[in-house]
């Protein structure tokens, strides 16, 4: 089985203050990771994933992510938060052994409230 | 470039009532999903369709049933609608080459009275 935890409901950060999004994971094999950003009213739109290689992934308006094998964890950041950037954010999962139902499982989401 | 195209945007139901709420996707993908949003509990997973005329239930199927119309088409209905099942549905696609990345639509808002 495989599973997400986004640990904070929702996270506050003044606007050119670095930012931090936490999440981390479990699955049985290695691990496809994704993170999702929600604006009201629409649909997940993809940031960036990870799927080998590099720990520090980027992604798009100017996100990273790193992983961490050693404690299962995908935190989104930014080096500099802008108001833009408040929406919901959704890390996902993928067993990169499941075969080919490519299921994913998401995280409960984190509201990221920028303050101008 | 439409994408993932959900319809209709919101809907409001009595109990009892039936309804299908329909997805198309324009990208040629084989995989298609339908979620539930709910405050709190995140996306899950109602449906899947790994290719065209092939679904699979999901973790809250339920109260729901699918038709893979076609590889662009998957419809969600809804035979008696509860007012558990009030919430925003999600549809999804994705192809084979993209790892697992999804593309979702905006959503269809049911109320449910």
């Known amino acids: 089985a495989q599973s997400v935890a986004q640990p904070e409901d929702q996270v506050n950060v003044a606007e050119g203050n670095p930012l931090t999004v936490k999440c981390t994971y479990s699955v049985s094999g290695n691990p496809y990771l994704f993170w999702y950003v929600q604006y009201p009213n629409r649909g997940l739109q993809f940031l960036l994933k990870y799927i080998t290689g590099d720990n520090l992934v980027k992604g798009s308006y100017g996100f990273e992510a790193e992983f961490n094998k050693s404690q299962t964890s995908f935190h989104l950041k930014k080096p500099s938060a802008l108001v833009s950037d408040s929406a919901l954010y959704f890390c996902a999962v993928r067993d990169m052994n499941s075969g080919g139902y490519q299921k994913v499982t998401f995280g409960t989401g984190t509201k990221l409230q920028v303050i101008p | 470039n439409a994408g993932v195209t959900q319809t209709p945007k919101f809907q409001v139901l009595k109990t009892g009532q039936s309804m299908t709420l329909q997805c198309a996707q324009d990208m040629n993908h084989n995989s298609m999903y339908w979620y539930r949003q709910d405050p709190g509990m995140g996306l899950r997973l109602i449906y899947y369709s790994a290719s065209e005329g092939t679904t699979d239930k999901g973790e809250v199927p339920n109260g729901y049933n699918v038709s893979r119309l076609n590889k662009r088409e998957f419809s969600l209905r809804l035979e008696s609608a509860a007012p558990s099942q009030t919430s925003v549905y999600f549809c999804?696609?994705?192809?084979?080459?993209?790892?697992?990345?999804?593309?979702f639509g905006d959503g269809t808002r049911l109320s449910i009275l």
């Open positions: 999804a696609s994705s192809g084979d080459s993209l790892q697992g990345i999804q593309h």
